[in-house]
Structures are given as structure tokens and as C-alpha cells.
């Protein structure tokens, strides 16, 4: 994928896609139920992009006689998308980017038969990424963050949620927010940071995790805020991380100091959702383990449960979220990578949506919605991410197949032939 030239936007025009999937709908909120199969598809379809935001849609023959294009064709670069498929750019809305290096030794000790929480006795787990990441240069961390950021893209991302949360110091923590920045700003899609403070207690903290909520409420959340290093607070909540007790208290210090919030809930054990959604939370993901009670609660909020399947097939797990459960129940339901080098290291949504479609049984026109539009949803950007509509971010995918079912039948390959960020290119060849 070549990125030179990438941060202005250009004018764009997008003709002959075979498959245009807008997602366009009338739906007041994130989608849910039988509205995740709406693509909104435009056969033949066309896209024009002018300074970095969609301007028209529709079939390519309206394109090519619209008057204005025509006078100005000669400023427009065009893209021949025949035989291929355009969608928006795929928003993967749980990320945690800020490592360092890769958990071989996890991996293979997974093979051997140890579970999530022997690994994370024995010393592994996401522990082990902290003494890098305290030790790392902010260069170092801006290098690796672009790096993951190019690769998104070149598999089709263009909106990215970005998670700190391997440092578990104020000082490294803030390092790690300012270093996603410095990578946002270098890369043409869109970033959004989230302070994960408490991702897990650190060692230093052990037996008086309390004190370390303390530091996270009264120094990180603060600092985050004061500083603009991020949009969102999350928090692990489950057994081995933090106590629903110590997540509302960490809720409550975010929503003081203006930031919204997103919460890891249910992947290793069951949380009551229902005293945390008075606080209106953009996301709760995981959501492996969730009551009948609390998904019924669910679907009458607009609180996304984002699912990350690719987290259960790393970890060799026979059994995934219950998507079907969750969709069918009127649950506005997300796709993301979790991208981390413990449990979830991949940058592909389209995977993602294979094993969604393949393990949970969301059809791929499902999948497709969870990764767009209701990821920007999950993210709070709908206004201007997750579907091809005029005004909104010129943001899209085109991958070389026919038909979008293409996408998450071909597992393991990337497809993905061009990605547009806010009307900046980035192609594969
Ligand atoms: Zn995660």
C-alpha cells in the first residue's frame, strides 16, 4: 500500500461499481434486527468526493451527465470500479494498538493447554506487554501505531477506535494517548482514542487495586481530558480486572470530566449491565457471557454490544458470542478486531465478519452492517462515518469482487483493492 501525497483529499469519482452498498436507511439509530440486512445496494452505482466528504450517489450514467462533473472531469480523478464492490470504509470501533511487540510465548503456551488466566499467572498475558511499552520511546510507540493504522487501511479500515492501556502509569499512559495522536495525524483516516487505565491492576497494585482505581480517577482521567488525549474511558470489567463496584466509580470520574464511555464486559464472566446503563455507555463488547434480562435492557438502549470473534477463535474457544441471540432480540450489534497481541492479533475486518458469519451465524449482509455503520454508532460518529450518503466523510472500500458475499467467504485473504480516507487514496498496487 503506498501512502505518499495521502493527507489532502482529492476529487474522486467512483464509477461502474458493480456493487455499491450505501447503507443508507431511515433508521433513527444504529441498526437492529431485521435492518442490519439493508445494504442499500445501487447497481452500476457511482460515488463523487469533493474536499474530503461525499457529495453525490447513484447509477454511474446520472454520474457521467451530471453538468458539473462534466466540466470538471478533468480535475476529477476517476476510478473504474467495474467488477468490483465499494462499501464504506469499515469502522473497527475496539483496538488496542499501543504495544510493543508480539506474545509469542502466550501463543504457544496456549497451544501447550494453559487457559487465559494460568498464562496471566505465569507471569503472561497483557502484563507482560507493559514492561515494553514503559520502556518504549514515543517514537517507537508512533512507529508501531502508524504501522498497525497502514495496515487497517490497506484491509479496508478507515475509522479506528484506539485503545492505551499497556503502560498502566500516568506517565506511560499519557505517552501512549499522545502517541496515538502523533499516528493519527500522520495517517489519513480517522482516530478515535480511548484511555483503557484500567485494563488490569498492575503488579504494583497488587492486593490494593482501590488505590490504583484512585490513580486512575484522579490523575489519568483528568489528564486525558484536561489535554484532549481522548474521547473515550474504558474499563475491564470481569473477574481478574475490575469489579463492577470499581467500574462505576471509574464511569463516574470519565463522566465528570466530559468523556463518554465504553466498557469490556462479559467476555470471561456474566456483569449485570442494567446499573451501568443509566450512564448511557456508547459500547459494552465482548458480551460472551450476558443474562436474558440484560439483553432485553439492551435493546431498548442505544448502547452497542460490539462482538470480537476474532479474540475467541486466537484463543482456540469452541464457543463465540451469541450474536443470533442478541440480533434477533433487537440488540444493535457491532463487529471489531479487538486487535491486540495477546488475544486478537489482526488488523481484518473482513475476518472478523467471516468468523461472524461462519461461527455466529450473522449473515454477511449482517456482518457488513456491524462493521460499518453500527461500528460508527459504537463510536458515536454516525453523523459522519458508516454509510455512503451525501455530507457524510469520504470514506470507503472497494474490494475486487463481484458480489459482497465475496468478502467474508474468502477467510484469510485481503481483497481489499483501494481504500478511500476522508477522499485521501491508498492502494494496494
Ligand atoms: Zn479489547
Not at 154 to 165: L, R
Not at 276 to 300: G, K, N, Y
Not at 381 to 406: M, N, Q, T, W
Request: overall charge neutral; aromatic content about 6%.
Amino acid at each position: 500500500m503506498t501512502l505518499g501525497k495521502l493527507q489532502r483529499p482529492q476529487t474522486l469519482l467512483l464509477v461502474n461499481i458493480a456493487q455499491l452498498l450505501t447503507l443508507r436507511s431511515n433508521a433513527a439509530g444504529p441498526r437492529r434486527g431485521k435492518e442490519l440486512q439493508q445494504l442499500g445496494i445501487v447497481e452500476q452505482g457511482s460515488v463523487l468526493c469533493v474536499g474530503g466528504k461525499i457529495v453525490s450517489v447513484g447509477p454511474t450514467k446520472d454520474a457521467l451527465r451530471d453538468p458539473w462533473i462534466r466540466k470538471n472531469r478533468r480535475n476529477i480523478v476517476e476510478i473504474d470500479c467495474a467488477g468490483k464492490v465499494v462499501l464504506p470504509g469499515f469502522v473497527d470501533s475496539h483496538t488496542h494498538p499501543a504495544f510493543v511487540g508480539p506474545r509469542l510465548v502466550d501463543f504457544e503456551k496456549r497451544i501447550e493447554g494453559a487457559s487465559y488466566q494460568q498464562i496471566a499467572a505465569a507471569g503472561g498475558g497483557i502484563r507482560s506487554s507493559l514492561e515494553e511499552v514503559r520502556q518504549a520511546t514515543k517514537s517507537e510507540l508512533i512507529a508501531k501505531i502508524l504501522n498497525a493504522l497502514r495496515d487497517m487501511a490497506a484491509h479496508g479500515s478507515t475509522t479506528v477506535e484506539a485503545k492505551s492501556g499497556y503502560g498502566l502509569t500516568v506517565e506511560s499512559e499519557m505517552r501512549s494517548l499522545e502517541a496515538i495522536r502523533e499516528a493519527a495525524d500522520l495517517w489519513p483516516g480517522t482516530v478515535v482514542p480511548t484511555l483503557l487505565g484500567a485494563h488490569v491492576v498492575p503488579k504494583e497494585f497488587e492486593g490494593c487495586s482501590q488505590k490504583y482505581v484512585e490513580t486512575v480517577c484522579s490523575e489519568m482521567v483528568p489528564r486525558a481530558a484536561r489535554r484532549k488525549l481522548a474521547q473515550f474511558v474504558d474499563v475491564f470489567c470481569d473477574k481478574g480486572a475490575f469489579t463492577p463496584r470499581e467500574t462505576e466509580q471509574i464511569f463516574e470520574a470519565a463522566r465528570t470530566h466530559g468523556l463518554s464511555l465504553r466498557a469490556h464486559m462479559g467476555q470471561l464472566s456474566e456483569t449485570a449491565l442494567g446499573p451501568f446503563l443509566r450512564l448511557h455507555p456508547a459500547s459494552f463488547d465482548h458480551l460472551d457471557h450476558v443474562s436474558d434480562a440484560d439483553v432485553s435492557q439492551l435493546a431498548q438502549h442505544e448502547t452497542v454490544a460490539t462482538l470480537v470473534p476474532g479474540a475467541n477463535y486466537f484463543l482456540g474457544l469452541k464457543e463465540y458470542p451469541n450474536a443470533r441471540r442478541l440480533i434477533d432480540a433487537g440488540v444493535a450489534v457491532a463487529l471489531a478486531t479487538d486487535y491486540n497481541p495477546g488475544t486478537s492479533p489482526t488488523v481484518s475486518m473482513a475476518m472478523a465478519m467471516s468468523l461472524a458469519c461462519t461461527q455466529m451465524k450473522m449473515s454477511p449482509a449482517e456482518a457488513i452492517s456491524a462493521a460499518t455503520i453500527n461500528g460508527a454508532w459504537a463510536l458515536r460518529l454516525a453523523e459522519r462515518k458508516g454509510s455512503i450518503e451525501p455530507g457524510k466523510d469520504a470514506d470507503s472500500a472497494v474490494f475486487a469482487v463481484k458480489d459482497y458475499r465475496e468478502i467474508p467467504y474468502w477467510f484469510g485473504a485481503n481483497l481489499c483493492a483501494i481504500t478511500v480516507l476522508n477522499g485521501a487514496i491508498a492502494s494496494s498496487n
